[in-house]
């Protein structure tokens, strides 16, 4: 078998009948040569092979100079030849300037990586993160980092004490930034991080604690939502209102449940709701459905991470007579939803309602600190599962457009991650 070898194709220099078996040929050269110590195959590239006298003079000009005894030009394999514009050209590996500036030239608006530490204070504990709930940034229409992590630690403040140990899986809350960089470490306050339970990190789960913690705040501090009593639950297919659905049922409550589409209906069967407590969150079927079912005296707890104008005055005559009304709501988010208090009629009869602002129980950690054990040991006992589904993005697509609207469409009835 001959140990030199020229092959002659025809370029092209856009994708088009034909320039797929160019790079086929190419591809073969290079395995034939990877696996024949010795074998050294030239590939040729001709613009136009019509031309039957410059495409032989430009054979003959690659075969005297691969042919000659030159032993520093016989020791170079597997050349790449292409004719552009006429000229033989060879392929090389070159710095672009060009895209170097464009790294450094980054805009700061973007989703990026950051990793500027500042000293571990002696409370807090350092962690490697491995993935992280994402939310838009209103302020530069860029995702940003969420509010919970999930990772492992790297370092420990003097103070900390109980089963932190450098290396161990944790779940932390961490309240809103407002900036657009993604760390790949992050530090924070002992107090808003619990370790993930061996059985549920051994599986390879990602454990995020947050809805049901807004949700254990919601019921239980504020509704005090007990056994026997009976909840309605909007907009069922959110994560919220999924935690909120799950915490609702530990406690023994009867679950009534609004949706929007037959999709989200579906959502309902994982949590097992009968049928006869599913209804539309338009129209009086809401009403004459619960009044029905509670034998015409109404629900005791009205749960809405939103209150349609339209679907106000049908709510509130679900009610019975000292029900608690919990609205959750985001004064920095585009899609909350603004909703006025009840009008003073409403008050004619006894309800207690309470609204309350994600970002500023957020930035209350000793809250924080106090219900995250609580949450995670419901998740450790599987009395309550992640909420589903969850949308995972890799960094890579938050640089692009699309990505970020896929992120903000999303955010209302799934669980984003990086």
Known sequence: ???????????????????????????????????????????LGLEGIE?????????????????????????????????????????????????????????????????DM??????EIEIQIRAATITPNITTGQPSLGQEINGTITQIGSDVQGSFQVGGPVAAIIPHSGTASIKDRIQCPVGLAHKIPDELYNKGEIVLPLDFLIAYDSLHNCARLQAGNSIIIHDGASSLSQAAIQLAQFLGAEVFETFNTREEEAIADMYSIPASHRFPQQGHMLMTGIKRLTHGRGADVMFTPLIAKELDQIAWNCLKEYARVIEMVDKNSRTSSGAMPPRPRLFKQSFMFARLDIPTLLQDTEKIATILPEVMRLLEHNSVVPVQPVRIFTPSELENSSGVKAVEQSRSAKTCLL
């Not at 003079?57 to 691969?66: D, E, K, N, S």
């Not at 500042?118 to 409370?123: D, F, T, V, W």
Request: one cysteine or more; hydrophobic letters at 40%; proline letters at 3%.
């Open 1 to 43: 078998m001959a140990n030199k070898l020229l092959w002659v194709t025809r370029r092209h220099n856009s994708p088009k009948p034909g320039s797929l078996e160019q790079d086929a040929v190419l591809g073969l050269a290079r395995s034939l040569m990877s696996e024949n110590e010795g074998l050294n195959i030239v590939t």
């Open 51 to 115: 031309a039957t006298s410059r495409a032989a003079q430009h054979i003959r000009a690659v075969l005297q100079h691969y042919s000659c005894s030159d032993a520093s030009l016989l020791s170079v394999n597997g050349e790449e030849i292409f004719e552009i514009d006429g000229r033989l050209c060879l392929s090389r590996v070159l710095p672009t300037e060009t895209i170097a500036k464009e790294i450094w030239s980054m805009q700061q608006s973007k989703a990026h990586m950051d990793n």
């Open 118 to 123: 500042r000293s571990l204070a002696n409370n």
